[in-house]
């Protein structure tokens, strides 16, 4: 995943008919799968990374848009983490 691009969490993304390509609503450019790593600031002192997070990425633009199965497990992810007394901690999605 490209730095600097903003997680966008995209439930109007198009889909075309008979194919499962996701076109980005941003640009129109088509949105490739792809597992990626994601920093999220849960604090004003702390961050988790997400390993391997499924995500829809755009092609032309670089948007990254997590669909709603995959976000409620993040916050989950989150919820733990917030929990612990860490900056930063890293965690992969599968776990």
């Not at 129109?28 to 792809?34: C, D, H, I």
């Not at 702390?46 to 032309?60: L, S």
């Not at 997590?66 to 007394?85: A, F, S, W």
Request: hydrophobic letters at 35%; glycine letters at 8%.
């Amino acid at each position: 995943m490209k730095n600097g691009n903003r997680i966008r969490i995209d439930f109007s993304a198009k889909v075309r008919q008979g194919t499962k390509e996701m076109i980005c609503h941003k640009c129109g450019s088509q949105r490739e799968k792809q597992d990626g790593d994601l920093p999220f600031r849960i604090e004003s002192h702390k961050i988790v990374i997400v390993k391997d997070i499924p995500a829809w990425i755009c092609k032309g633009c670089g948007e990254i848009m997590l669909g709603d199965e995959v976000m409620t497990k993040v916050e989950k992810i989150i919820e733990k983490v917030r929990k612990m007394d860490a900056e930063l901690e890293v965690v992969r999605y599968a776990a």
